[in-house]
């Protein structure tokens, strides 16, 4: 009896949650992805700046820094599935009021909503490692990147093709954010369905890995803890300089590609280069990037990355057709696809596992100012028509970003099964 039942219930912590995971994150990420290469243009249609347009990420960001932690702690409270479907209703709203906004602050209330209500991802990997062993924590979650490649993959050219030939006027992205708000409440039903009604509490005091607990937006106490610690005040450094040129680049290309005179791209023509970034990346991520962190270690890429970053958004600055950009876009693929998730893995490994779930929330957040800060910084410059200085920035940043991993290059990871006493120690 005992050998049966334990070659029965062995498989499934490990494997449950990976297929339902898989299906609500995927049909989350096309949701968003389908209205990036959208989003600019569509403010600007209501009389929207550039520096205007691009603050609809900073509203969305500063909002989501607040809400995130809360919900990820009602989730513990009351249950993963409540609070992740409360999470998916928000972003659904979000997108219904953009489809029926009339003027630019029904615009900016379709993205404070799913602010407000954002933790999608957080929730999705605290279920994950509540669900899993900790052995196998590594491969679940890489569930959820391969979600998010297939999203970037179909997403942003399904956005340009409704934008272009569904529609006759060129902003009127209706059906694009009905679109999405489908797809959103598909995710609902995903959840409501393929995820158990009991879930088995969190206790207070559990131990957890990277999907566990997030410090608030104002618990300074925490953040000046972890901040005291050299190796991780450094790699957090390296994170927030990544998160930043990234979120530049991200939330403003659109509006760099319409505006240069050199390209005059449309939101179809974006959406189809983020396609590409995105095939790019699920190639990057299917195997490739573990086998150069055998071969080259961590730190290696580290650096290999922000090089390819500093090298990627200078060539986008400067391009004079759209073969600069496809050559730019291979280049910081590379670049945001290895920086990611190795600064991510190097932070797990300088702190022990108990504390993983803290180290993670507190990349999230400088993930959030990076986001909140960065957009408006680049459309500063497309209002002022200095397209060349928007892509420079973010080449300068990650330029910044390879001298202090190569200044702080000495910081040796610490084992995440070493006890606290020896984490907390300087190198």
Known sequence: ??????????????????????????????????????????????????????????????????????????????????????????????????????????????????????????????????????????????????????GFLFGPALGGFLGDYVLDAPFHCEISFLVAAALSALSIFCTYVLLPKHEKPVAENEVVGPGGRRPSAFDWRVYAEYFGRPELRRLYVQFFLFSFGFSLFFSGFALFAEHNDNLRWSHSEVGWLFTYSGFLGIILQGGLLGRMVKKLGELKLTVFAFVAATIAYSVIAFAADWRWLVVGATISTFGHGVLRPVLTSRLTQAVGRHEQGVVIGISGSLGSVAMALAPPTGGLMLDSHQVVIWGLIPAGVSLLGLIVTLLWSGVTPQNPDLPAARVHSDP
């Open 1 to 150: 009896m005992l050998p049966a039942m334990s070659s029965e219930s062995a498989p499934v912590p490990a494997r449950s949650p990976l297929l339902p995971m898989f299906l609500i994150v995927l049909v989350d990420v096309l949701g968003f992805t389908i209205v990036i290469p959208l989003l600019a243009y569509y403010a600007e249609a209501f009389g929207a700046s550039p520096l205007i347009a691009t603050t609809l990420v900073s509203v969305y960001a500063v909002c989501s820094l607040i809400s995130t932690p809360i919900i990820g702690k009602l989730s513990d409270q009351y249950g993963r599935k409540p609070l992740l479907m409360y999470s998916q209703a928000g972003t659904c709203a979000g997108f219904l009021v953009l489809a029926f906004s009339s003027s630019l602050w029904m615009v900016f209330i379709g993205r404070i909503l799913p602010g407000l209500s954002a933790g999608n991802l957080s929730i999705a990997q605290a279920y994950i490692s509540d669900h899993t062993a900790p052995e196998n924590r590594a491969k679940a979650f890489g569930v959820i990147g391969v979600a998010f490649g297939f």
